[in-house]
């Protein structure tokens, strides 16, 4: 090494440098969350580099998503400034594939433009097999079979592989229908996400010549998230990396959250077996988060056994508990949300003003999501979602994506599909089952089917003529993509450096504007009449503008079918809105976590099946959620929860009570102490997870056993106010407002008037109901 300074080092514990300097031979740093185990991995990168024992294109680095692909990038940019030129290889395992895979597309019988599938396409695909094989598709729904055969892809099965012990599913006909399903990937010139790594581990074992190019290529492989690898990546990467053996996985079992996808915490253990003389190397302070979050966050995973175990501290002493409040249901959780994000954005006694972008919400389930994007729309407080490609789904975007694939790959039929007669083009169903059945006939894609068709006269009236500038549409935008992007024509990219220099002269984005144009496609929607459309076209502009961040349409393809996260990089201050799945290796200030109810977190699923495999998953999602925060964590759950459009009644989560006492604040729920509501109980069941068709009332919410332990923990503190017009909590500087006599209002029990006065509570003799006590925050001076 040499004996320069190296400031990269200097910021590290002795645990991390020895990761660092630790380069040759298998490495595996197993370590809690927040031990800097993704800096030291970084820091690892730029000693490979600064110290000259590798170029960039030998380093390679396996991210969990895009994102952190980013973020690794910036950061060792900004390390190693103008000393080194070049940028190693980073990307997630499917990005990097997807490279790997088009340089040898043939090989697996593929083109090197092949197309990468959505879930939509995926779905329609197989529904086609199984009607084809005579399969009732309700009671054979494609869904499952794409399960299934995700399954079989997790593990590196191809069809023959599949073991007959796990071939019984899907009525006995799984294995068929999946070799069915390759055979027509194949002859659509696509592939599938499972695909993406299925085939380079297929051509590795295949073509040792090809492997050990790559194995020679890859001096220094290195691995973040190393927990939730599953069995084709951990393939994949033994097959890599028993070239050079310079591998370094970074992990922690205690966050391992995709079992459900195939990921295998035995990994871990199987790679000092594989690896034999790994060297092990143990994190164990803590730089993220305050002792109270990581001593709450330490107590829910101890509920879980068979841990690798370990130990972690931190230096942060003091700072707030974990906050835990309860809540009536969905919407009041998204509102008292909203308005401490506020209230945090303006700074408050305890914390200096929060910027919206350090704050953050993390959901177990996608459909939690409605109510915050709801709440913060009608309050105006801009937010961002991560984790779910929502941008992309929408119809006219997939669209205006069809007519780009088609560009790229005249041959994608299932493009073709989409848009043949959109916008109309009078090529109703009678002319695509002719262009189908024309190209069956030939053996040739739908495209030049619709060609030969054209040729034989076999299509008539206006239709022919709309085909036409259809098919000569395909054919000239094809020749303009080749144009700018002239690699394309002949794949081969060599050396196999990982990032082509981006196409600055924006031609790609002038060509996406004129198909969308030529198409009719823009004109279709300038034309509609419907209060959607100018939406739509404003989301078509902002699809192009998305463009330019890329190099070619092909490339912004490829970026979109494996998107994990999409955030916008704009500069507007935005809170986040993820899913807990989607934070992992994040972290943020403040975190939310709502929803925190048996039933939705833990996952009935996890809590119906038998055995805690489930329930231990969940629960390191917990581990991972808490993790998140550095200085403010919220924990909170709703008594009533509206789940696709049925009111539900819900328990407070088990893991709350696995949190432990001594580190969490438990907020006076709004509305519990005040006696006012549930007065006039109508009785609903109320019990955890029913379905049921009246609300609960409060008092039987409040009275559960869930809540009453709740309160037994409670501190009595009520909430700090944000905002008291927003906020049903109980609003401290309401009491003054009031002496007795006092006219009032109260949402429920109407008109009254004030009889007595006890600190936030109130005695009011109301008109219709009676004397009622009742919280001050709930009653407003009467103006009538
Ligand atoms: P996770 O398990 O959540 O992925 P991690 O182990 O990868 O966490 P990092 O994200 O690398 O942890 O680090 C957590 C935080 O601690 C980061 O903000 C990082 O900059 C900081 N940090 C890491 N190591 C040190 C150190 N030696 N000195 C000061 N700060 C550090
Ligand atoms: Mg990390």
């Given at each position: 090494m040499s004996a320069r300074p190296a400031p990269y080092l200097d910021d590290l514990n002795p645990a991390q440098r020895a990761a660092v300097l630790a380069t040759d031979g298998p490495v595996l740093m197993l370590a809690g969350a927040g031990t800097g185990k993704t800096k030291a991995l970084t820091s690892r990168i730029v000693h490979l580099l600064m110290t000259g024992k590798a170029r960039p294109n030998e380093i390679l680095a396996v991210t969990f998503t895009n994102k952190a692909a980013r973020e690794m990038k910036e950061r060792v940019g900004r390390m190693l400034g103008a000393?080194?030129?070049?940028?190693?290889?980073?990307?997630?395992?499917?990005?990097?594939?997807?490279?790997?895979?088009?340089?040898?597309?043939?090989?697996?019988?593929?083109?090197?433009?092949?197309?990468?599938?959505?879930?939509?396409?995926?779905?329609?695909?197989?529904?086609?097999?199984?009607?084809?094989?005579?399969?009732?598709?309700?009671?054979?729904?494609?869904?499952?079979?794409?399960?299934?055969?995700?399954?079989?892809?997790?593990?590196?099965?191809?069809?023959?592989?599949?073991?007959?012990?796990?071939?019984?599913?899907?009525?006995?006909?799984?294995?068929?229908?999946?070799?069915?399903?390759?055979?027509?990937?194949?002859?659509?010139?696509?592939?599938?996400?499972?695909?993406?790594?299925?085939?380079?581990?297929?051509?590795?074992?295949?073509?040792?010549?090809?492997?050990?190019?790559?194995?020679?290529?890859?001096?220094?492989?290195?691995?973040?998230?190393?927990?939730?690898?599953?069995?084709?990546?951990?393939?994949?990467?033994?097959?890599?990396?028993?070239?050079?053996?310079?591998?370094?996985?970074?992990?922690?079992?205690?966050?391992?959250?995709?079992?459900?996808?195939?990921?295998?915490?035995?990994?871990?253990?199987?790679?000092?077996?594989d690896f034999p003389g790994a060297e092990v190397i143990r994190l164990e302070q803590n730089y993220r988060s305050?002792?109270?979050?990581?001593?709450?966050?330490?107590?829910?995973?101890?509920?879980?056994?068979?841990r690798l175990g370990k130990t972690l501290w931190?230096?942060?002493?003091?700072?707030?508990?974990?906050?835990?409040?309860?809540?009536?249901?969905?919407?009041?959780?998204?509102?008292?949300?909203?308005?401490?994000?506020?209230?945090?954005?303006?700074?408050?006694?305890?914390?200096?003003?929060?910027?919206?972008?350090?704050?953050?919400?993390?959901?177990?389930?996608?459909?939690?999501?409605?109510?915050?994007?709801?709440?913060?729309?009608?309050?105006?407080?801009?937010?961002r979602v991560i984790g779910g490609p929502r941008f992309y789904e929408r119809l006219?975007?997939?669209?205006?994506?069809?007519?780009?694939?088609?560009?790229?790959?005249?041959?994608?039929?299932?493009?073709f599909e989409r848009v043949v007669n959109t916008p109309k083009r009078g090529l109703g169903d009678k002319a695509q089952q002719e262009i189908q059945r024309m190209a069956r006939s030939s053996g040739v894609s739908l495209l030049e089917g619709a060609r030969e068709l054209l040729a034989k006269g076999g299509i008539g009236g206006k239709g022919a003529g709309q085909l036409r500038a259809f098919v000569e549409g395909i054919d000239r935008w094809h020749a303009a993509v080749l144009n700018t992007r002239p690699e394309l024509a002949d794949a081969v990219i060599e050396p196999m450096l990982p990032d082509t220099a981006p196409n600055r002269d924006h031609s790609h984005v002038r060509l996406a504007e004129t198909i969308l144009e030529e198409s009719g496609y823009t004109s279709m929607w300038q034309n509609d009449k419907t209060p959607e459309a100018p939406g739509r076209l404003e989301n078509l502009k902002e699809l192009v503008k998305a463009l330019e961040q890329f190099?070619?349409?092909?490339?912004?393809?490829?970026?979109?079918?494996?998107?994990?996260?999409?955030?916008s990089q704009d500069a507007t201050e935005k809170v986040s809105i993820m899913t807990l799945h989607a934070a992992k290796g994040l972290e943020f200030p403040v975190v939310f976590l709502p929803g925190w109810e048996d039933g939705l977190f833990p996952s009935q699923r996890s809590m119906d099946e038998s055995g805690l495999k489930g329930l231990e998953e969940e629960r390191r999602l917990a581990y991972v959620g808490i993790t998140r925060a550095e200085t403010l964590c919220t924990i909170s759950f709703a008594a009533n929860r509206r789940v696709y459009g049925q009111w539900q009644s819900q328990l407070p989560s088990r893991f709350i009570d696995e949190l432990p006492d001594r580190h969490v604040d438990v907020l006076t729920p709004p509305g519990l102490y005040g006696g006012g509501y549930?007065?006039?109980?109508?009785?609903?069941?109320?019990?955890?997870?029913?379905?049921?068709?009246?609300?609960?009332?409060?008092?039987?919410?409040?009275?559960?056993?869930?809540?009453?332990?709740?309160?037994?923990?409670?501190?009595?503190?009520?909430?700090?106010?944000?905002?008291?017009?927003?906020?049903?909590?109980?609003?401290?500087n309401a009491v003054a407002r009031f002496t007795e006599g006092d006219r009032v209002f109260h949402q429920k029990f109407g008109y009254g008037t004030v009889a007595g006065i006890e600190g936030d509570k109130l005695d009011v003799d109301f008109e219709k109901a009676g004397?009622?006590?009742?919280?001050?925050?709930?009653?407003?001076?009467a103006t009538e």
């Amino acid at each position: 090494m040499s004996a320069r300074p190296a400031p990269y080092l200097d910021d590290l514990n002795p645990a991390q440098r020895a990761a660092v300097l630790a380069t040759d031979g298998p490495v595996l740093m197993l370590a809690g969350a927040g031990t800097g185990k993704t800096k030291a991995l970084t820091s690892r990168i730029v000693h490979l580099l600064m110290t000259g024992k590798a170029r960039p294109n030998e380093i390679l680095a396996v991210t969990f998503t895009n994102k952190a692909a980013r973020e690794m990038k910036e950061r060792v940019g900004r390390m190693l400034g103008a000393a080194v030129e070049g940028m190693p290889w980073m990307g997630t395992f499917h990005s990097i594939s997807v490279r790997i895979l088009r340089r040898h597309a043939e090989l697996v019988g593929l083109k090197s433009n092949f197309t990468i599938l959505d879930t939509d396409d995926q779905l329609r695909l197989l529904k086609q097999l199984i009607v084809a094989a005579n399969m009732d598709e309700k009671r054979w729904p494609a869904r499952q079979l794409a399960g299934l055969i995700d399954h079989w892809k997790n593990r590196a099965w191809t069809p023959a592989k599949v073991p007959s012990s796990e071939a019984a599913g899907f009525n006995n006909r799984g294995t068929e229908l999946y070799d069915r399903y390759q055979e027509r990937l194949r002859s659509l010139n696509a592939c599938d996400f499972g695909d993406l790594l299925l085939h380079c581990v297929t051509i590795f074992q295949t073509y040792p010549d090809i492997l050990e190019q790559y194995q020679r290529w890859l001096r220094y492989i290195m691995v973040d998230e190393y927990q939730d690898t599953n069995v084709a990546q951990y393939l994949w990467l033994r097959l890599l990396a028993q070239g050079h053996r310079n591998i370094c996985c970074v992990g922690d079992d205690d966050q391992s959250i995709y079992g459900w996808r195939g990921a295998e915490v035995g990994n871990i253990l199987r790679f000092e077996k594989d690896f034999p003389g790994a060297e092990v190397i143990r994190l164990e302070q803590n730089y993220r988060s305050t002792e109270h979050i990581l001593a709450a966050a330490s107590g829910v995973i101890e509920a879980n056994s068979g841990r690798l175990g370990k130990t972690l501290w931190t230096e942060a002493r003091g700072g707030e508990k974990v906050r835990l409040i309860g809540h009536w249901d969905g919407e009041e959780e998204a509102r008292w949300i909203g308005d401490e994000i506020e209230a945090l954005q303006r700074g408050t006694r305890q914390l200096a003003p929060v910027s919206l972008n350090d704050q953050a919400i993390l959901v177990r389930a996608s459909h939690q999501m409605r109510a915050f994007e709801d709440r913060f729309l009608t309050i105006g407080l801009p937010y961002r979602v991560i984790g779910g490609p929502r941008f992309y789904e929408r119809l006219e975007i997939r669209d205006a994506m069809a007519y780009f694939r088609l560009a790229v790959s005249p041959d994608d039929d299932l493009a073709f599909e989409r848009v043949v007669n959109t916008p109309k083009r009078g090529l109703g169903d009678k002319a695509q089952q002719e262009i189908q059945r024309m190209a069956r006939s030939s053996g040739v894609s739908l495209l030049e089917g619709a060609r030969e068709l054209l040729a034989k006269g076999g299509i008539g009236g206006k239709g022919a003529g709309q085909l036409r500038a259809f098919v000569e549409g395909i054919d000239r935008w094809h020749a303009a993509v080749l144009n700018t992007r002239p690699e394309l024509a002949d794949a081969v990219i060599e050396p196999m450096l990982p990032d082509t220099a981006p196409n600055r002269d924006h031609s790609h984005v002038r060509l996406a504007e004129t198909i969308l144009e030529e198409s009719g496609y823009t004109s279709m929607w300038q034309n509609d009449k419907t209060p959607e459309a100018p939406g739509r076209l404003e989301n078509l502009k902002e699809l192009v503008k998305a463009l330019e961040q890329f190099d070619g349409l092909q490339g912004f393809l490829e970026h979109v079918s494996l998107i994990m996260d999409n955030d916008s990089q704009d500069a507007t201050e935005k809170v986040s809105i993820m899913t807990l799945h989607a934070a992992k290796g994040l972290e943020f200030p403040v975190v939310f976590l709502p929803g925190w109810e048996d039933g939705l977190f833990p996952s009935q699923r996890s809590m119906d099946e038998s055995g805690l495999k489930g329930l231990e998953e969940e629960r390191r999602l917990a581990y991972v959620g808490i993790t998140r925060a550095e200085t403010l964590c919220t924990i909170s759950f709703a008594a009533n929860r509206r789940v696709y459009g049925q009111w539900q009644s819900q328990l407070p989560s088990r893991f709350i009570d696995e949190l432990p006492d001594r580190h969490v604040d438990v907020l006076t729920p709004p509305g519990l102490y005040g006696g006012g509501y549930g007065a006039a109980g109508m009785g609903a069941g109320f019990g955890g997870g029913s379905r049921i068709e009246e609300r609960a009332t409060r008092a039987d919410v409040y009275n559960s056993p869930g809540w009453k332990r709740l309160q037994d923990r409670s501190t009595t503190r009520p909430i700090a106010q944000p905002r008291e017009s927003r906020s049903s909590v109980i609003d401290l500087n309401a009491v003054a407002r009031f002496t007795e006599g006092d006219r009032v209002f109260h949402q429920k029990f109407g008109y009254g008037t004030v009889a007595g006065i006890e600190g936030d509570k109130l005695d009011v003799d109301f008109e219709k109901a009676g004397v009622k006590k009742v919280v001050a925050g709930f009653v407003t001076p009467a103006t009538e």
